[in-house]
């Protein structure tokens, strides 16, 4: 029997694997991998490793995840070394959960390797703190979409009501709605916002505006997925960074020139 290794790959930045997680790519023979898998990454495998693509085909249609199931249990039990590799953390919003399941189910042995997640590492890059002392002492990772696609089944109201920074997943799709429901929930129509696509990559696009703003910025600037949103007062940390380091620079080219 083979064993299955449930790997995140990080956010973007292919440097941000772990170490644990780049030596499971190294030994695997066959690699089930996702849409925001960095490609890069799979240049770590052998030549001989099987590479097996699992995000959205030509037809626009995504592997049924019964057949992603179905190709991990059929090649472990082949004796293979088996890396099924996600975006970020596998189990964040990234259904490693139900193939843990599946796997068990059919007594495979597996093993779940954390990744650094994009709703923690995709602000960061962009100097925005999820957690800052006095302004957000709470953060929610929170999904835009679900199983349905129905926007309804997330407690808006109560994360408006208790949660300081927002983290939204998927969120792209029903921006309007959420921000609706956030305003409803009695959130100020000047709350910060931030989204930022394809974060910690070569490609990093970032807006930032409130919950006024902020659907205007989007259409502008063509903000599409995959792309984080995130809500709440340690986004002006953002600004703040921006123009300190501004100023910084500033003051070097006055000092190169005198
Ligand atoms: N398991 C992943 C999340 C999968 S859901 C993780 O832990 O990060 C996919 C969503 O993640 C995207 O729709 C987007 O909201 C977010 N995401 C993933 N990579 C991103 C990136 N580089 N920049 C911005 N958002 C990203």
Redesign the pocket.
Known sequence: MGKVYIV?A????PDLITIKASKCIQNADVIFY?R?VNSELLTLAKKETELVYCGKSPNKHFMKQETIHQLLVKYAEQGKNVVRL?????????R?AEEAIALASNGIEYEVIP?????L??PLNVDIPVTYRETSRSFA?V???SITGEPTEVDWKGLARSVDTLA?????RNLSFIICQLLKAGKKSTTPIAI??????TH?VVIVGTLATIEKQVVSKHVR?????IIGEVVKIHEQLLQLKAMNRYIESRAIEA
């Not at 930022?196 to 990559?201: C, E, L, P, S, V």
């Open positions: 995140g990080g956010p973007g930045d996702d925001l996600k975006g970020g953390d596998p189990y964040v919003f990234g490693g990744g650094v997640t994009a709703g590492a995709v990772m999904t835009g979409h939204i997943y998927m969120g792209m930022i696509q394809n974060g910690t990559t990093e997925n995959p792309a984080i949103i």
